[in-house]
């Protein structure tokens, strides 16, 4: 799900064309022949200038940011979520502190909430006069179809990072699957051979994990994946790729130049685990971790994860010699 509170444009894929919205914020100005209309995304740092119409006298021009605080009219339509006119704010005592009616001369403000699919506010669209206005019932009506638009746009985005979610997130502990992990790896596997950094990968699976699924329970040993995948999370780096192949297998891959920094990250990742499974109250378990570096010829990373499944295999047949002991 889109976090509502995450500012719209930072995601690099972009599914939203700001030009159509730029347009579309342009063209309603020039219907109202209004000097400025905006679309503001109401955010908990503040109220942020998405799109400002692109004409001579309008004083906010977009990224404009404007304090939680600040008396805006867009700020009563987002708490109220409902539209507000206001045709002659210099004579309402109300807007006496608001600095755009005291500091710039607006005196006229039409703007309605637009919404998340999830229906909360995401912000307004607005349209703004210096002169006092007299819109008749059509201009509402034609502002209303034009949020409906921009909704339309807010529901494609949100689908669109849902569906990309489910693609390639695992659904149990929100980690990649095994589909991003072998894309994103491979990506890094090729600008490290573009660039000349060595590329290490870790693949790590849990020791009787069916005997404790089959004494404990199911569900406890789906709390126990999940604890895993947390303690990699706070094991490893932003950038480094943590992803469940499925079952109990896990897989990081990372950047590293030091060959001795697997063997720490394989220590904090054990240690990390059997915090993380106390902190629960889940019963002990151990897990195996095995490893292996990219060649700097070609090389898949199936090749590479293969490297580190045997690697891991080796280790576990280590442990599993130790029980009998
Ligand atoms: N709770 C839970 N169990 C799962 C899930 N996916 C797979 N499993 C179980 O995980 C178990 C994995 O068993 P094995 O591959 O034999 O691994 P193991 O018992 O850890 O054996 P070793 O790796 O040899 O120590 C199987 O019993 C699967 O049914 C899941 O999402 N949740």
């Given amino acids: 799900m889109f976090q509502s509170n995450q500012w719209i444009f930072t995601d690099k894929d972009n599914q939203i064309s700001l030009q159509k919205w730029q347009k579309t914020v342009d063209l309603m100005s020039d219907l109202f022949a209004a000097p400025a209309g905006f679309i503001v995304q109401a955010m908990q740092s503040g109220y942020r200038v998405v799109i400002a119409s692109e004409q001579q006298d309008n004083p906010y021009t977009a990224g404009t940011m404007i304090p939680l605080e600040t008396n805006i009219f867009c700020k009563k339509v987002v708490q109220d979520n409902h539209s507000l006119y206001v045709n002659n704010a210099s004579n309402d005592e109300y807007w006496l502190d608001n600095p755009e009616v005291s500091k710039d001369g607006f005196e006229s403000y039409l703007g309605l909430p637009i919404h998340w699919p999830n229906g909360d506010v995401f912000g307004t669209l607005c349209v703004m006069d ?28 949100n689908s669109f990072v849902q569906m ?9 502990t929100h980690i990649y699957n095994r589909r991003a992990v072998s894309i994103l790896s491979q990506q890094k596997l090729n600008l490290a051979q573009r660039l000349g950094f060595e590329v290490c990968c870790l693949f790590i699976d849990v020791n009787d994990f069916k005997l404790l699924n089959d004494t404990h329970g199911h569900e406890v040993g789906d709390k126990a994946l999940v604890a895993l995948a947390a303690t990699l999370k706070e094991c490893l780096r932003e950038a480094d790729i943590i992803g469940r192949l499925g079952g109990d297998e896990f897989v990081v891959v990372l950047q590293t130049n030091d060959t001795n920094e697997p063997l720490q990250i394989k220590a904090k990742i054990v240690q990390g685990y059997n915090a993380q499974l106390a902190k629960l109250s889940l019963p002990p378990l151990s897990i195996s971790i095995g490893y292996g570096f990219a060649e700097h010829t070609k090389e898949t990373f199936e090749i590479l994860l293969n490297k580190a499944d045997k690697d891991m295999y080796k280790n576990k047949l280590a442990f599993k010699a130790g029980q009998l002991l």
């Fill in 130 to 157: 210096f002169e006092q206005t007299d819109y008749q019932r059509n201009y509402l009506e034609l502002i209303k179809q034009l949020r409906d638009m921009i909704e339309d746009d807010l529901f494609m985005v």
């Fill in 164 to 172: 990309r979610e489910i693609a390639m997130l695992d659904p149990l």
